[in-house]
Structure formats: C-alpha cells, structure tokens
C-alpha cells in the first residue's frame, strides 16, 4: 500500500527509478522513452552530470538562506543571463518555485503596479477560455481550464474574466481569413475591456503558445499585436504566461519574440530549470520595476523558497548549456524534422484532426471525424488511452482531454529535450506511431468509437 496521495486514489504511477537522456528506467526494468519530458520539463533530458554537479556543489556551499536577509551568487547569475541585453525591456526577475506560483507574482506585481501608480481601481483580469495558468487559486481564477476549475468555482476569485481563445482549428469561421479572425477577437477582447469599464482592467493574461488545455496552438499572425493594442489602448498590463512553451521550446528563448510584440510580465518555468530543481519565476518589464522604484519600493508578496540557492544553481546550470551548445537552434532543426515526420505518419490518419506546434513542441489532436472536426466520446476517454498505449509502446507523451471547449477533445504533446538528435526523433515517431495505431485498434475492436 501506498502513503503518497497520488492523483487519483486507485492508480498507482509505475516507479521510475532513474533516467538518462531521454530514457526513463522503471522499477521493474521496462525503459521508456521520455517523448514530453513530463509535462514538457526536461529540456535537456535527465541525467545530465553538469547540473546534478552544480546542485550537489550549491547544496554544499550554501542550501538556503532567506531572500529577507540575503541574496546568492546563483540569483544574482540567473537573472543576469537571463535579462542579459535586457530583452524586450525586460530588466528584473523574481523566482519561485512552481509556475502556479510564478502567475501568482505576476497577478500581484499587476495589481500593485497600479496601486503605486495611483489608479486603485484596477482590480480587474481578463483571461482566456481554454487556458492553464497554475492550480493555485489566484491562478486558477484567471486560467480557463474548465476541469481543474469545477470543483473550485464557489471558493475562486470573481475579479477575472475571459475572452475566446485564439484557437484557429476548430473556432475560425468557413472563410474568415487571419486577419478577419485577429480583428474579430481584438473586437470581443476591446468590449469586455469597455463592458468591465476602461480604467478597471490591470492586466490581460495569455499563454503565448497555449500548451496543455488545447495541445500546442500557436497564434495567428497579428493576434499578439492586436491584443498589445488593446491593452496599450486602456492602460492595462500584458501578461505573457510561458511556464510551459517559453525558455526555448518554441525555437526562441521567449516565445513572444516570434510575435512581434513584448509583455510587461512574463512568467517563466518548465524549461528554466529543466526539471532538476522545482524553479519558475517572472520577468518584469524596467517600466513595471520604475513604479514600484518611485513608490513603495518594496514587492508586497514572498515565499520562504523564493530565489533558493540551490533551485537557481540548476537553472544557471541549465540555462548556460543551452546557450553554450546553440540548443536552440537544434530546437528549430529538430523541430523541422519532427513536424515532416508526424505530418508523413498521421497527416492521411482518419483520427488524427490536426499536427500542430512549434519548435519541439507539437500536438497530436484525435478525431472521431476529422472532416466535421467531431470529437470522440469524453466518456471514452481518449487522452488516458493514448498515454497508457504510448507507455505500452515505451514513450511518454503528454496527454489531455477537453481540448476543445474543457468537455471534449482529446490531444497528446510531444516534447523532446532541446538536445535530441535526429535519431531520438525519429524513434520516437515510431513509437507514438505504435501506440496511435494500437490505441485505434483497441477502440474499433471495442465497438465503441462514435461520440
Ligand atoms: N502556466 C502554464 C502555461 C502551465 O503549463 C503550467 C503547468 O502546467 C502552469 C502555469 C503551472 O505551473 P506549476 O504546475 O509548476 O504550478
């Protein structure tokens, strides 16, 4: 019998035992490679010797202190390589230790931004629907993941709203062309900012490239730009979350950079530490940083693990070895190469409705009709199926369901380390190839696929 609280009482996980590189070695032997590094976390894969070294030096030269008295070396260093240049005028970071906790920082920073700055009445967020922000409760009032939310609705905060997603396959009207689209929601965003009143709204949040609630939907063009509009036109804050497809996922170390615009706070974390250690944090635009600088001059938010040493010394770790090994434009070309090669197995798949991503971030969408873009019955549960028959195939690959409106849906995420070679691609194209193919099979043999 198990002591730990798993999440769900009556499945026990497999006991992963240890891991190398893309492979993960389980209790009783079997091998399985690590296709989404969990939920899209290891981006170097695991084993790596230089990070589990500078942890174990960190540990030993310093394991905490508290950010209310002291500052380390390892802080200092990450949030000088990570704003090196200043990007996007980008000029502090604060860390934590989860992304959930990460959004929290940037809801609040929004909030007192505002306050130092005299306009106490913007107390409101807009968000979007089918969106992830964190399952702490600030986070989880903002995001739209409707699952996560149900149990939690009548104890959730009621300053946030939201808006459509920008979710081109399956709500771009017959005919509407990108920019139709990228109007259209820059309109219904630009109302509810008007309906909440024009000097209420602190801050919009979006993940850049939305990542587990819809599986790797990237923007249409123009849709960042319009939406940076509409904020600049009433004075609110944008809030870029790129917990899951920032530091490098997506091909560019920030994923907003291939939109064109900037946010005044991004929220970072996956990647930033690879996994190694429990690490997120935010970033935070230098005219977000003024106000605070000209007013209070102090953050009114913090936690005991802020900052720690030894969670900073991974990440610094990490983050010098994907600039070092020019991971990221390995991202780009292996990307390319996953892209045509999930495109040659499953572009003619009946149940396969779409390949979608970026960088070394791709989603595979299931479809019970892939030309009226119907779903399968939630009830069959598609999503838990495709993980069980990819573990029976060896490769982990993340899945969800509700992809399309929080009910139904069902999509898994591959996402290789930023250092996969050619060959790991391509076998793990084979392997999901397998668990796809083995998943139809157990499906039409159990009669039941209609939804
Ligand atoms: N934001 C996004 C976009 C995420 O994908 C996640 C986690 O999946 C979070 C926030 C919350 O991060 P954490 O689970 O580390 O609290």
New binding site residues.
Partial sequence: MTRVLHRTIEVQPDLAVSGSGLTLTLGDGRKVLDASGG?AVACLGHGNRRVAEAIGAQAQRLGYVHTGFFTTGPAEALADLLLENEPGGLTHAFFVS???EA?ESALKLARQYFIERGEPNRTRFIARRQS????TLG?LSTGGSHARRVPYEPIMADRFSRVSPCFPFHYRRTGESDGQYVKRLAEELDTEFQRLGPDAVAAFCA?TVV??TTGCVAPVPGYFKAVREVCDRYGALLIL?E??CGSGRTGSMHAWEQEGIVPDIQ?I?KGLGGGYQPI?GILISGRVIAALASGSGAFVHGHTYQAHPVACAAALEVQRIIREEDLLTNVRNQGVLLERLLRDRFSTHPHVGDIRGRGLFFALEFLENREEKRPFDPALRVHERIKRHGLGAGVGIYPTGGTIDGRAGDHAIIAPPYNSRPQEIETIVDRVEAAVLSMFRELSQSGRRAG
């Fill in positions: 939920a989860s992304g959930s959004m992830y922000h964190g399952n986070a993940e990542g587990a979350d917990v899951m929220a974390g997120a």
